[in-house]
């Protein structure tokens, strides 16, 4: 018979293995990055590239990106700020990632590693860039740099329009524009009261009109010492550009938010289809044709009635931190609807008066063609409903005034 110490030594074996239902992880043999480089392209952002590793003859598996100030040794690892990292490029190719959204005022510091089959590599060498001094990002905003870009949509995009006519624009100044729509609990706090059909908090307001939204604009100025950027006087509205405070995007300064320096149909890729299909790609970033937040009938909507607008910041964001620019509700802009094309040179503003405000981005109830980037509508100020609401935005570095 064993004594208790003989059948103890028998069993500990067994007990180190796991009884043999784990198998040791895997061990590769691939030299860390050892190439990364860091560059300054705003006052917010650093493009990051390195080599592409090669492990087991293949494609890494994923990557981890992090960062810190001042230094970065591998002790620091886990206390380091982790960011979204993009997948593997191929083996031996320069691979490059450009970072938003940064603190400024610093020297950032940035490693990164690869997976691969569950094992993870050395980290690579540190990659340092300073950032100059700025006006911090304000919590809930993203910064969105000046320059020029392209807008419109090319003849052959799927859903194009003769009103989206191929144009360059360039913004001279950069903003702070907000990671999501106006909620309705944010549109309550500071206004009062609940406008919205579809209520929740956490959903985009709407219900508001075009001058409900700019008098929004002013009252969150005044609530934070800003100059308010518009001047109110019943329906006649104007607006002071070097005011510091907050206001609606113009058409120009919503499709470059929008696009994040893309030039696909959506922030995260192209259009293949129109109508109300799920196409794989709008569906990552926005709600739209009835698309049940229930998902209790996602391809065909509810045949209990319609769920609304979902709560903001649940899908992908766009390369700079910005959510729900493609549906869920209609976002109001400042200028006055040009039926030939949007605005185009240098801070175009639209024309002088009109009878309709543009309103863009698309709605839940909106068709994929309707959501595009460059997709622009249009609809009286004066007049609200469950399918419009608004972001709004503000110079960056603007003194308050």
Same mark, same amino acid.
């Given at each position: 018979?064993? &004594?208790?110490?003989?059948?103890?030594?028998?069993?500990?074996?067994?007990?180190?293995?796991?009884?043999?239902?784990?198998a040791?992880?895997? #061990?590769?043999?691939?030299?860390?990055?050892?190439?990364?480089?860091?560059?300054l392209?705003?006052?917010?952002?650093?493009?990051?590239?390195?080599?592409?590793?090669?492990?087991?003859?293949?494609?890494?598996?994923?990557?981890?990106?992090?960062?810190?100030?001042?230094?970065f040794?591998?002790?620091?690892?886990s206390?380091?700020?982790?960011?979204?990292p993009?997948?593997?490029?191929?083996?031996?190719?320069?691979?490059?990632?450009?970072?938003?959204?940064?603190?400024?005022?610093?020297?950032?510091?940035?490693?990164l590693?690869?997976?691969?089959d569950?094992?993870r590599?050395d980290l690579?060498?540190?990659?340092?860039?300073?950032?100059?001094?700025?006006?911090?990002?304000?919590?809930g905003?993203?910064? #969105?740099?000046?320059?020029?870009? &392209?807008?419109?949509?090319?003849?052959?995009?799927?859903?194009?329009?003769?009103?989206?006519?191929?144009?360059?624009?360039?913004?001279?100044?950069?903003l702070?524009?907000?990671?999501?729509?106006?909620?309705?609990?944010?549109?309550?706090?500071?206004v009062?009261?609940?406008?919205?059909?579809?209520v929740?908090?956490?959903?985009?307001?709407?219900?508001?009109?075009?001058?409900?939204?700019?008098?929004?604009?002013?009252?969150?100025?005044?609530?934070?010492?800003?100059?308010?950027?518009?001047?109110?006087?019943?329906?006649?509205?104007?607006?002071?550009?070097?005011?510091?405070?907050?206001?609606?995007? &113009?058409?120009?300064?919503?499709?470059?938010?929008?696009?994040?320096?893309?030039?696909t149909?959506?922030?995260?890729?192209?259009?293949?289809?129109?109508?109300?299909?799920?196409?794989?790609?709008?569906?990552q970033?926005?709600?739209?044709?009835?698309?049940?937040?229930?998902?209790?009938?996602?391809?065909?909507?509810d045949?209990?009635?319609p769920?609304?607008?979902?709560?903001?910041?649940?899908?992908?964001?766009?390369?700079?931190?910005?959510?729900?620019?493609?549906?869920?509700?209609?976002?109001?802009?400042?200028?006055?609807?040009?039926?030939?094309?949007?605005?185009?040179?240098?801070?175009?503003?639209?024309?002088?008066?009109?009878?309709?405000?543009?309103?863009?981005?698309?709605?839940?109830?909106?068709?994929?063609?309707a959501?595009?980037?460059?997709?622009?509508?249009? &609809?009286?100020?004066?007049?609200?409903?469950?399918?419009?609401?608004?972001?709004?935005?503000?110079?960056?570095?603007?003194?308050?005034?």
């Amino acid at each position: 018979m064993r &004594t208790r110490t003989a059948l103890l030594a028998a069993l500990l074996p067994l007990a180190l293995s796991g009884c043999g239902d784990e198998a040791a992880a895997p #061990v590769y043999d691939a030299d860390p990055v050892a190439d990364l480089a860091a560059a300054l392209l705003t006052p917010h952002s650093v493009s990051l590239a390195w080599t592409s590793p090669t492990v087991d003859g293949g494609v890494a598996s994923s990557y981890e990106i992090r960062y810190r100030e001042g230094s970065f040794a591998d002790a620091d690892w886990s206390a380091a700020t982790a960011v979204e990292p993009p997948l593997p490029g191929v083996p031996g190719d320069v691979q490059t990632f450009d970072l938003h959204n940064l603190p400024g005022g610093a020297t950032l510091v940035f490693r990164l590693r690869f997976v691969y089959d569950g094992w993870r590599s050395d980290l690579s060498n540190p990659a340092a860039v300073a950032m100059p001094d700025g006006e911090p990002i304000p919590a809930g905003f993203a910064y #969105v740099p000046a320059g020029r870009d &392209t807008l419109g949509s090319p003849a052959d995009e799927s859903g194009h329009e003769a009103d989206e006519a191929l144009h360059a624009v360039t913004l001279t100044r950069a903003l702070f524009v907000s990671r999501h729509e106006v909620t309705q609990g944010e549109y309550a706090a500071l206004v009062g009261g609940y406008p919205s059909y579809f209520v929740g908090d956490d959903r985009p307001v709407e219900q508001v009109d075009w001058f409900d939204a700019v008098a929004y604009c002013n009252a969150l100025s005044l609530r934070e010492g800003l100059a308010p950027a518009y001047d109110i006087d019943g329906a006649a509205v104007a607006w002071d550009r070097d005011a510091a405070g907050y206001r609606l995007p &113009t058409e120009a300064e919503w499709e470059i938010a929008c696009r994040a320096s893309t030039g696909t149909a959506y922030c995260n890729g192209s259009a293949a289809a129109q109508g109300c299909v799920d196409d794989g790609v709008l569906s990552q970033v926005g709600v739209f044709c009835v698309t049940d937040v229930d998902d209790d009938n996602l391809a065909g909507g509810d045949p209990d009635g319609p769920d609304g607008p979902a709560e903001v910041g649940g899908l992908l964001a766009n390369a700079w931190g910005l959510h729900d620019m493609h549906g869920n509700v209609y976002e109001w802009c400042w200028d006055w609807y040009e039926p030939g094309s949007a605005g185009e040179g240098v801070d175009p503003a639209g024309p002088e008066a009109g009878t309709m405000k543009v309103i863009r981005g698309g709605g839940w109830v909106s068709p994929l063609e309707a959501c595009r980037s460059a997709a622009r509508s249009a &609809t009286d100020p004066r007049v609200s409903n469950a399918g419009v609401g608004l972001r709004v935005v503000r110079w960056a570095g603007a003194a308050a005034r």
